[in-house]
T-cell receptor
Framework: GQNIDQPTEMTATEGAIVQINCTYQ??????LFWYQQHAGEAPTFLSY????GLEEKGRFSSFLSRSKGYSYLLLKELQMKDSASYLC????????????FGTGTRLKVLA | EAQVTQNPRYLITVTGKKLTVTCSQN?????MSWYRQDPGLGLRQIYY???????DKGDVPEGYKVSRKEKRNFPLILESPSPNQTSLYFC????????????FGSGTRLTVV
């Protein structure tokens, strides 16, 4: 079956670094996406990985290992505004637009 | 401003009364999709469209209909809403290129009583 696992909640301190993990088991794989969703708002796109390795975008980085079915989102220099849910999503194969989302990780950043 | 516009933002309706949630995007995106978001279940895909007149079922299509007569619009139709369709609904659009994620609308919170 199709399955994406993420921790439900995490807590970290302002200024720190936090790593949010995502593991997936899908029938196919054609890219992994991370989204940020503040409470009551729409998700916004953060990053995309299709090849193994690390993609860096400012304070946010995302890593992918296809052989392990594993990704993480790394947030550096945490700010209070980073308190949000982080959603991992897999596009299961090329030529379709079927995306499978994880249930999200709720991150609380404490002062 | 590039955006996906959904209407209404909030809707309370009664069981069996047909309703339509509208979605429009101004980015000339080919791909559009509808999701519902429920606590503990995450975002689940209802229907998607890869272009005008091309639609396909997602993971939870039962009880919903869609149409894509124009590139910019992708309405979601509930012919006979039931209480289990109470949810937060998002419309999203995406460019053809795979490096970019979705742009989501602001969401429609639907309650069926």
């Amino acid at each position: 079956g199709q399955n994406i696992d993420q921790p439900t909640e995490m807590t970290a301190t302002e200024g720190a670094i936090v790593q949010i993990n995502c593991t997936y088991q899908t029938s196919g794989f054609n890219g992994l996406f991370w989204y940020q969703q503040h409470a009551g708002e729409a998700p916004t796109f953060l990053s995309y990985n299709v090849l193994d390795g690390l993609e860096e975008k400012g304070r946010f980085s995302s890593f992918l290992s296809r052989s392990k079915g594993y990704s993480y989102l790394l947030l550096k220099e945490l700010q209070m505004k980073d308190s949000a849910s982080y959603l991992c999503a897999v596009r299961d194969r090329a030529g379709t637009y079927k995306y499978i989302f994880g249930t999200g990780t709720r991150l609380k950043v404490l002062a | 401003e590039a955006q996906v516009t959904q209407n209404p933002r909030y809707l309370i309706t009664v069981t069996g009364k047909k309703l339509t949630v509208t979605c429009s995007q101004n980015m000339n995106h080919e791909y559009m999709s509808w999701y519902r978001q429920d606590p503990g279940l995450g975002l689940r895909q209802i229907y998607y469209s890869m272009n005008v007149e091309v639609t396909d079922k997602g993971d939870v299509p039962e009880g919903y209909k869609v149409s894509r007569k124009e590139k910019r619009n992708f309405p979601l139709i509930l012919e006979s809403p039931s209480p289990n369709q109470t949810s937060l609904y998002f419309c999203a659009s995406k460019d053809r290129g795979t490096d970019y994620g979705y742009t989501f609308g602001s969401g429609t919170r639907l309650t069926v009583v």
